[in-house]
């Protein structure tokens, strides 16, 4: 449960962490920062160097989007080079600056020619902005771990994607995100046992009284740290 409702569907305009994570649970990324590692792991491909400005990505073999289509190195491009052109303020799409263009090497190959030799390239390419949906629909379909199953003003329900191919399997077959209204409707659900795990929505005095133990609840707090990607460069000009 969460105050914070999700504002798009659409990963190129994922701004607020709430977007992020309905963005990441339905649509898959060519690489994938691990949850508790921070490392770069291969999803929807094996990405490498194959000279200082070139960045080549072979795709996993059998992917496919949650309406059947086949995903390919096409799919690839075309997602990104939406999100460059949709380039929403506040997405992590400013972390692909120094993608100069792209190029289709048949179904499985795709080449990222850069600007400058970016080391951090690969993070860019684990981050919202780069999900990759299905070129052939009108509105973003994703390969990600869940699918949609509902949503409406209450909440979205999640099922798992037995189709998904990748580094972050769901752990588990369905997860309901429900909205609360506020600090308050969240406290009386943790009261009375109709939540699982409540995500930020709490005011201080809240938290108080969880810390104090004057609301019933078998939750405990457990801190998740935030991170924000930002982009330094260095003009030796």
């Known amino acids: 449960m969460t105050t914070e409702a999700p504002q798009t569907l659409d990963p190129a305009r994922a701004q607020t962490g709430a977007d992020a994570l309905v963005a990441l649970a339905l649509f898959q990324r060519l690489l994938v920062l691990h949850p508790d590692t921070g490392e770069l792991k291969p999803d929807a491909a094996d990405c ?110 999640f099922g798992q994607n037995p189709a998904y191919l990748g580094a972050t399997k769901a752990g588990t077959p369905l997860v309901r995100l429900a909205f609360a209204a506020d600090s308050a409707a969240v406290e009386r659900a943790m009261a009375d046992s109709s939540v699982d795990v409540v995500w930020r929505s709490l005011d201080a005095a809240a938290l108080a009284r969880l810390a104090s133990g004057t609301t019933k609840t078998d939750l405990v707090a457990t801190g998740v740290p935030d991170a924000r990607m930002e982009r330094l460069i260095w003009n030796p000009a």
């Open 48 to 157: 490498l160097f194959s000279q200082p400005a070139v960045y080549e990505c072979t795709l996993v073999k059998g992917l496919a989007f949650g309406n059947g289509h086949a995903l390919s190195a096409s799919d690839v491009k075309a997602s990104i080079e939406r999100a460059q052109r949709l380039g929403a303020a506040g997405t992590s799409i400013a972390l692909l600056r120094s993608l100069q263009r792209i190029e289709v090497a048949g179904d499985q190959t795709v080449r990222f020619y850069l600007a400058w030799p970016d080391t951090q390239f690969g993070v860019a390419l684990a981050a919202p902005a780069a999900s990759i949906v299905d070129e052939e629909s009108p509105d973003p379909v994703g390969s990600g771990p869940f699918t949609m199953l509902a949503s409406d003003a209450s909440g979205m329900t």
